[in-house]
């Protein structure tokens, strides 16, 4: 049998979805004999590679590296799960589109909010540019499998993952499975 290539995607969140990945607990030794971890978080692999079977993609597309890395993964996999309510809706991360463009949150963040050393960070390179709108992953990349939750327990995690480790679609459905929050 063929393992499946699974990988994991952090982009603007807080990586509690990855905590609660590390919640399935003893189903994570069943889920390593089915499945080589080819990116994420928890490994050392620096570049996103090319033919992975599932990636869950954590967050929202906040800022100019984040656009370019789903662009990427969406490229190289064949089924992407939003993962969490900031990749499905923005949630928390876009709290931040009240304010405005990118140059007027970081305006107040860095300049008026601050009592000393007040400068806009400017490393090309290092700090990655702000888009001006924080967006979920769909209105970016096509998503095949939508997973609420924030986060999503291990429970719907393993809902989602097992079907997939089968050939099969998941199928969320109830209040359990597709709740917000």
């Not at 997973?147 to 097992?162: D, Q, S, Y």
Request: net charge negative.
């Amino acid at each position: 049998m063929t393992r499946l290539k699974l990988a994991t995607v952090w982009l603007g969140g807080c990586s509690g979805c990855h905590m609660s990945f590390l919640d399935l607990d003893e189903w994570l030794i069943d889920l390593a004999q089915q499945v080589d971890l080819v990116f994420s978080p928890f490994a050392d692999v620096k570049e996103y590679p090319q033919g992975v079977d599932v990636v869950l993609v954590e967050g929202a597309v906040a800022n100019d590296e984040h656009l370019e890395m789903i662009q990427i993964v969406r490229e190289r996999s064949q089924i992407l799960v939003s993962f969490g309510d900031c990749a499905v809706t923005g949630n928390v991360t876009a709290l931040r589109n009240p304010l405005g463009s990118a140059e007027r949150v970081l305006q107040r963040c860095y300049i008026e909010a601050v009592d000393i050393h007040a400068t806009i960070p400017h490393e090309p390179g290092i700090v990655p540019t702000l888009l001006d709108k924080v967006i979920p992953v769909h209105t970016v990349v096509p998503v095949d499998i939508y997973l609420p939750g924030c986060p999503p327990n291990a429970t719907r995690i393993k809902a989602v993952l097992e079907p997939l480790l089968r050939g099969e679609k998941p199928l969320l459905q109830g209040r359990e499975f597709i709740k917000f929050g």
